[in-house]
């Protein structure tokens, strides 16, 4: 089964570090997504793209935040700098098409902590 | 509050029992999906209605949509350890003239517990 490949899994670092995520989508999906799960917050949605293109960011903290897609099989997420309050399981997700109309395939997320 | 919150947050089940969680959203929708998340992983996508559609079935699962009450169940009948997980509904918004902006907004989730 084609899946969503999030690296690293898990990712420990002290506070003022920068931080990348990286995200392979499944392969002919041109909708990625980045969200972020916390327990007091639950999933937010941080950006989005379309056919590598941004189309909405207006959930990301714009000072430390920043997502690309430099080609079409690879995402970041960038922090920087990182700070404690960062601290969450962040998800990408990609999708065919207009995905509003369309199920969103999952990574199994990267776990980060910020000391 | 937030576009989709599910009731209840937490249910406690015997295997075989069915169960039944809700959600509840506040703005005109063109389609709403449900998805499921084991625990450290990612989610998964269980079964997607459409704003003109009243009821779904996917096997052991069961979904209804009342667009006047602005609400759904999702309903998992003989249910399986295996069922537990968190379940979230996720709503993709109609803003003017039906346009969908091709992203969900998410409940907070209710977590299933099926006890063997």
């Known amino acids: 089964d084609a899946r969503v490949t999030q690296t690293p899994r898990h990712k420990v670092t002290e506070m003022g570090q920068e931080v990348t995520m990286r995200c392979q989508p499944i392969?002919?999906?041109?909708?990625v997504f980045w969200y972020r799960q916390t327990m007091m917050q639950g999933l937010e949605l941080l950006a989005y793209?379309?056919?590598?293109?941004?189309?909405?960011d207006s959930g990301m903290p714009k000072d430390r935040f920043s997502a690309e897609m430099p080609d079409a099989t690879l995402a970041t997420l960038k922090i920087q700098p990182s700070e404690p309050r960062d601290s969450a399981v962040y998800f990408c997700?990609?999708?065919?098409?207009?995905?509003?109309?369309?199920?969103?395939?999952f990574g199994d997320g990267t776990r980060l902590s910020i000391l | 509050s937030q576009q989709g919150e599910e009731d209840p947050q937490a249910l406690s089940i015997q295997e075989g029992e069915n169960a039944t969680m809700n959600c509840s959203y506040k703005?005109?929708?063109?389609?709403l999906q449900w998805y499921r998340q084991n625990s450290g992983r990612g989610l998964v996508h269980l079964i997607l209605?459409?704003?003109?559609?009243r009821e779904k079935h996917s096997g052991r699962l069961r979904v209804t949509l009342d667009t006047s009450k602005k609400s759904s169940s999702l309903l998992i009948t003989a249910s399986r350890a295996a069922d537990t997980a968190s379940y979230f509904c996720?709503?993709?918004?109609?803003?003017?003239?039906?346009?969908?902006?091709?992203?969900?907004?998410f409940g907070q989730g209710t977590i299933l517990t099926v006890h063997p």
């Open positions: 996720a709503t993709d918004i109609s803003y003017a003239g039906g346009t969908s902006y091709g992203k969900l907004t």
């Open positions: 997700a990609s999708g065919p098409g207009a995905a509003g109309n369309q199920p969103q395939h």
């Open positions: 392969l002919g999906h041109n909708t």
């Open positions: 793209f379309r056919n590598r293109a941004p189309l909405d």
């Open positions: 703005t005109s929708i063109n389609n």
């Open positions: 209605i459409r704003s003109n559609e």
